[in-house]
């Protein structure tokens, strides 16, 4: 059980619009800020939000990060059949002196 | 281009030891704090350890502390992880990874390498 609460699934057709959650608490997502992470199929994980909402150069805008209280997400708007991946937010945590990473969300592409 | 290429996994006994290596290059590696970070077959993942850019500090997940050992060499762009008395837990692809932001006190993992694949196993 993760510390960070992702829902394990997702799914969307392709051109809608769909929002991963991280749940977390005061001494992580409450206070500090989130990144979140693609990983494709049988490939190391990717970048694709840091400090909440910031873009890394490359990571189409479709991808777009928020966070709230003790609670972020990330929303893929335009959904694409390449999106279909494994989604995970990371934070620091203040009680364990370390980062932490969601369980991760299997997103699926119908 | 950013490069971070692994190697040093394998197939060790339970108890035993092993040593990962990362070479870097395609940046200025002494600018950036260096995560590992592991994941288990078909599992999520999981942070393991973290050094600071100029190696003053370093950080350990609570279940590889007083086992595991990061460090670094800025003068030839590698970094370690000295691994020992090794659990079948420990079986995982170990990924290096290398902070977003230059400097401290960084934003996270950015860019990932290709992992090297830890199996330990009688």
């Known amino acids: 059980q993760s510390v960070l609460t992702q829902q394990p699934s997702e799914s969307g057709t392709p051109g809608q619009r769909v929002t991963i959650s991280c749940s977390g608490s005061s001494s992580n997502v409450g206070r500090h800020a989130v990144n979140w992470y693609q990983q494709l199929p049988g490939t190391a994980p990717k970048l694709l939000v840091y400090r909440d909402n910031q873009r890394p150069s490359g990571v189409p805008d479709r991808f777009s990060g928020s966070r709230s209280g003790t609670s972020a997400s990330l929303a893929i708007s335009g959904l694409q059949s390449e999106d279909e991946a494994d989604y995970y937010c990371s934070t620091w945590d203040d009680n364990l002196k370390g980062r932490l990473f969601g369980g991760g969300t299997k997103l699926t592409v119908l | 281009q950013v490069q971070l290429v692994e190697s040093g996994g394998g197939v060790v006994q339970p108890g035993g030891s092993l040593r990962l290596s990362c070479a870097a290059s395609?940046?200025?590696?002494?600018?950036?704090?260096i995560h590992w970070v592991r994941q288990a077959p078909g599992k999520g993942l999981e942070w393991v350890t973290f050094?600071?850019?100029?190696?003053?500090?370093?950080l350990y997940a609570d279940s590889v502390k007083g086992r595991f050992t990061i460090s670094r060499d800025n003068s030839k762009n590698t970094l370690d992880l000295q691994m020992n008395n090794l659990r079948p837990e420990d079986t995982a692809v170990y990924y290096c990874?290398?902070?977003?932001?230059?400097?401290?006190?960084?934003?996270?993992?950015?860019?990932w390498g290709q992992g090297t694949l830890v199996t330990v196993s009688s």
């Open positions: 050094t600071e850019c100029d190696g003053s500090s370093k």
């Open positions: 395609g940046f200025t590696f002494s600018n950036y704090g």
């Open positions: 990874t290398k902070d977003e932001v230059p400097g401290k006190p960084g934003a996270g993992p950015g860019y």
